[in-house]
């Protein structure tokens, strides 16, 4: 007679209910444990990397959200800058670090198009998990101010009737501009030659001195160069049209949908990090974007404040990876 014949049914019963009950103590062991994880975080510093040099606008509103982090969490929460390589340093930085939630990443549509543009990027969208959009980064198309076209519409009957004679600057080599740059000109059939900047300030003089036509940029940094009336806006890339500037169209409402695709800042966690601290990420991102103080900081900017979750975050991703990817492919855009 085997062991298991030996066992009563009264004895059975008492096994599979003792063997729920352990079940049931794991399951709230578990849930504990990730409420501990939750409560107890942030112990110690927290530290935001950023791909960009100290002083520019995503700088800036890093050590907003950084110092409303510090407030609500009592614990100090550092911008840290790591430029280079297209914003790659600071991403794979991140990536690569401990996933506990005490490294974050706070970065641009450059996340997207890395992975586009290169066969074998150092890193993988998966290799981050998404927090919050914290703003959308309406790109402008601006114009020395004696070029004759006010809208996109002259722009390119002017491109067609000089084929190859205008040029635009863009603040880099696969950067939001040059990829908009270039589908404009195979989608309006015109030839508008690209002249790569180190960024939208380093391409503001020849734009002035009429060395360049066209220039891409930030709204925010064009907004406050207008007062000269050295140059002018032609287009933006944007959702909508933007109230400081209702009379300015977006490249969809002129026919390009296909390219109106506006930059963007958010944040991310390294892959893995658990989810009741991502969580708790979401949820002060999204009170901090609501605050009217940063609110009027993002406008000021020149963005559009978002801080969405990080699901819908997910989900622009996915779009902008199937958006700027067909840009790119469509153009056979490489990195230089």
């Avoid at 998990?129 to 519409?153: E, K, Q, R, Y």
Wanted: proline share 7%; charged share 15%; aromatic share 6%.
């Amino acid at each position: 007679m085997t062991s298991s014949a030996l066992i009563t049914p009264a004895a059975r019963v008492l096994r599979r209910q003792l063997c729920a009950a352990a079940l049931g103590v794991l399951a709230l062991g578990a849930c504990a444990v990730a409420q501990a994880q939750d409560a107890s975080f942030p112990s110690r510093p927290v530290r935001i990397v950023i791909p960009t040099a100290p002083g520019g606008n995503l700088d800036l509103l890093a050590r907003v959200v950084a110092g409303k982090l510090t407030e609500a969490w009592g614990q100090q929460v550092i911008v840290e800058a790591r430029p280079g390589a297209n914003t790659m340093i600071a991403t794979t930085a991140v990536a690569k670090a401990a996933p506990d939630g005490y490294t974050v990443l706070f970065t641009i549509s450059g996340f997207v198009q890395n992975l586009v543009l290169q066969a074998n990027p150092p890193y993988k969208a998966s290799d981050l998990a998404p927090i919050s959009l914290v703003a959308s980064f309406p790109i402008a198309l601006a114009a020395n101010a004696a070029l004759p076209a006010n809208d996109l519409g002259e722009l390119v009957k002017l491109a067609r009737q000089k084929p190859g004679v205008l040029s635009f600057g863009s603040y880099g080599t696969g950067s939001g501009g040059h990829l908009i740059g270039e589908g404009l000109n195979k989608a309006a059939g015109i030839q508008i030659k690209h002249i790569p900047y180190k960024g939208e300030a380093n391409s503001f003089p020849d734009l002035v001195s009429g060395d360049i036509g066209l220039a891409f940029g930030s709204v925010g940094f064009y907004a406050r160069q207008l007062g000269a009336g050295k140059v002018k806006l032609i287009a933006v890339a944007s959702p909508h049209r933007l109230k400081a500037f209702p009379t300015v169209q977006t490249f969809a409402e002129a026919g390009y949908a296909d390219i109106n695709l506006a930059g963007w800042g958010g944040m991310f966690l390294p892959a893995g990090t658990p989810a009741p601290i991502v969580d708790k990420f979401v949820q002060e991102i999204r009170k901090i974007v609501a605050m009217p103080d940063v609110l009027a900081k993002i406008s000021d900017m020149g963005y559009e404040p978002v801080g969405n979750t990080n699901t819908e975050f997910a989900q622009v991703i996915a779009s902008d990876l199937l958006k700027w990817g067909a840009v790119v492919r469509d153009n056979n855009i490489k990195l230089d």
